[in-house]
């Protein structure tokens, strides 16, 4: 019997489980329903695209243009309405109905909107498709004035992208500091002082109460004339400053693409519930990527990681699994690498540290180098670093393989950067033992 | 037959010509900082052990690539950048859980060990033999990258 399987949603988690479906059941009918008009491509390259260090054929998934093809997977730009999970079928917005034996679903997550007056503005945008990407490339021309609201994880990645465009930047967050999800008070008042330094204006601790359109008719045909900027929008904050811009990039939130699943009876928290097995509450529904909440490799908890390794590891494990191979997954891993205009941090698992745990903290401010690690007893549990760009993955090495530390804890809370000498020592240990006389 | 890169850390003596000789032959500069392999010292126990990709089964930085920028090569079987499509994200830098992807902040792109197309300069220029290029079924290998991945199951 040839199995059914479609797929709703054609970003990374979507592209990689088909991949891994057509390896996995060769014979099997694989159908991707994407509903954005580009070829599938990764929401990540689209910093890159803005600076123009690619094209848009370079944040595309996969580069051959028969690859989809020549590995029979059906691709579909369309959209799905609505999903009978009793009679197993799908309703598409071009009108037409499809069946399925197992569906997995990664929608994703889009980008909301504050609800604060203003935000529907013209001349406001979200930064999180290719659509949003061109939008911006449009006014983040040079010298224009940009206000960016929100310094998370993708607000900074969008960050570096507008101060290399050579806009005239101001960065808000409600925040007290930069990347607050991410990095220890230090580290993100660290990045913040380095964006400074950089010509990038931020203001933390601070709201946006509203947005509305700059001067009359009049003043912008005066600033076509004059071949000015138009400053169309005026930005006002909680502390009654007002910022004038010609371009605002909202990077304030998120919200999973879930509605169309309504009354499918699937549990769902902050994304759709899911196993070990990429498996939901309802029977031959897998979910997968951005829209799914499964386990946290560190809390055992479950949780919603938006990032591209967990896209892509939870794709190629519902692959498996639909395709009747079953896959246990231990978790995802919760783990960041930003590049603030040339200053690289990560962090990486508990970084805030566990309960009755140790930490170690360096920090050279002046050098902007800074290295956190956090223990559980001699296992490390997480950490966060800045400036570190030579063996950083060892640090998810040592998290991830729960590497007993022993002795090599103490050297580490003696001095944090012998991180790949511990590894070594721990996990090859004969092969660092000294040389026998 | 595939190969791949055998290290003894009971031979090295810590001269570091792997390191000149792979920054050499990869960034045409005598620049261990820039080597894709990296002798590690431990002073206290009089050793030196060289470490480098073993272009493992998992091969996470492949998976973690969000542009298709790191392939397998099918006749070396190593895990090789594209630099041409690498946009600089640095994911692969924190996939690996073996820590030896990495970023090269003067080019924007990512390095790491790709066997040197089947001729690694690194094991060329060890004077020792503590890195070899070996046939990969042999089994000292398999158990060291069995090792490896004990230590480091994600999935
Ligand atoms: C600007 C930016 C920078 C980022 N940088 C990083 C980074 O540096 N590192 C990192 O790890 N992560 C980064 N991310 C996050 C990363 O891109 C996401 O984690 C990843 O894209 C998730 O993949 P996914 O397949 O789950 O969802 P998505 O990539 O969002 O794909 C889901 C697709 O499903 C479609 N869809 C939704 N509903 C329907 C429907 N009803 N019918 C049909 N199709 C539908 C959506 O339109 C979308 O195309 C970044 C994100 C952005 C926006």
Redesign the interface.
């Known amino acids: 019997m040839i199995h059914r399987y479609v797929i709703v949603g054609a970003g990374p988690a979507g592209v990689i489980a088909a991949e891994t479906l057509r390896t996995t059941d060769p014979d099997a009918d694989i159908t991707l329903i994407g509903d954005e008009p580009e070829r599938p491509y990764s929401r990540m390259a689209i910093p890159y695209l803005l600076i123009e260090k690619i094209g848009e054929e370079g944040t595309h998934l996969r580069k051959g243009n028969d690859h989809y093809d020549s590995k029979g997977i059906r691709v579909l730009r369309d959209r799905v309405e609505k999903v009978d999970a009793k009679t197993k079928r799908l309703t598409l917005k071009s009108g037409g109905a499809m069946d399925y034996d197992k569906l997995l679903v990664c929608t994703g997550s889009r980008a909301v909107r504050p609800p604060v007056p203003g935000f529907d503005l013209p001349g406001v945008h979200t930064c999180w498709t290719l659509e949003d990407a061109r939008n911006i490339a449009r006014l983040a021309e040079k010298g224009a004035k940009v206000v960016l609201v929100g310094a998370g994880f993708v607000g900074c990645i969008v960050l570096e992208a507008l101060a290399l465009r050579g806009v005239d930047l101001t960065v808000l967050e409600m925040g007290d500091r930069m990347v607050p999800r991410m990095m220890s008070p230090i580290a993100g008042g660290l990045i913040k002082s380095w964006c400074e330094k950089k010509g990038v204006r931020v203001i933390t601790s601070t709201r946006v109460t509203g947005i509305t359109e700059n001067g009359g008719l009049m003043n912008k045909l005066v600033n076509t004339l004059t071949g000015k900027p138009t400053r169309a929008l005026k930005v006002t904050l909680n502390t009654g400053e007002t910022l004038d811009a010609d371009l605002v990039v909202s990077a304030a939130g998120v919200a999973p693409n879930i509605e169309f699943l309504q009354g499918c009876g699937l549990e769902i928290e902050r994304g759709i519930l899911i196993d070990h097995y990429m498996q939901t509450n309802v029977p031959d529904i897998y979910a997968a990527g951005d829209v799914a909440q499964g386990r946290d490799f560190s809390t055992g908890g479950l949780e919603v990681h938006a990032i591209q390794p967990t896209a892509s590891e939870h794709g190629r494990t519902a692959g498996l699994n639909m395709a009747g191979v079953p896959t246990y997954y231990r978790g995802s891993f919760n783990m960041n690498v930003l590049d603030t205009l040339g200053l690289i941090s990560s962090s990486f698992g508990l970084w805030m540290g566990v309960e009755g745990g140790d930490r170690v903290e360096m920090c050279e401010p002046d050098r902007f180098r800074y290295l956190q690690l956090q223990f559980d007893g001699d296992i490390m549990v997480g950490a966060t670093s800045l400036g570190l760009t030579q063996h950083v993955g060892v640090l998810r090495g040592l998290i991830q393989g729960k590497v007993p530390l022993g002795p090599w804890k103490a050297k580490l809370m003696d001095d944090p950067t012998r991180i790949m000498e511990a590894y070594l020592a721990c996990n090859f240990a004969a092969r660092v033992a000294p040389k026998a006389a | 037959m595939q190969r791949s890169l055998y290290i003894d850390?009971?031979k090295c003596t810590g001269c570091l010509q792997c390191e000149m000789a792979c920054s050499y032959e990869n960034e045409q500069a005598f620049n261990p900082?820039k080597s894709r392999i990296?002798v590690?010292a431990?002073h206290e126990?009089?050793?030196f052990?060289p470490?480098t990709c073993t272009q493992c089964a998992e091969a996470?930085c492949l998976?973690?690539c969000?542009?298709?920028a790191i392939t397998k090569n099918p006749a070396t079987g190593a895990m090789e950048v594209n630099e041409k499509?690498c946009?600089?994200?640095?994911?692969?830098?924190?996939?690996?859980?073996?820590?030896?992807?990495?970023?090269n902040?003067a080019t924007?792109k990512v390095i790491k060990c790709d066997l040197c197309q089947g001729d690694p300069a690194c094991a060329k220029a060890c004077p020792t033999g503590a890195i070899t290029y070996v046939d990969s079924s042999w089994t000292g290998l398999d158990k060291m990258r069995a090792?490896?991945a004990k230590?480091?199951?994600?999935?």
Do not use: D, L, M
Request: net charge positive; glycine share 10%; hydrophobic share 40%.
């Open positions: 850390p009971q900082s990296k590690f431990f126990e009089g050793r052990v470490y996470w998976h973690a969000p542009v298709e499509t946009v600089g994200c640095k994911v692969c830098t924190i996939a690996c859980p073996f820590g030896t992807v990495n970023y902040t924007g090792w490896a230590a480091n199951t994600a999935a």
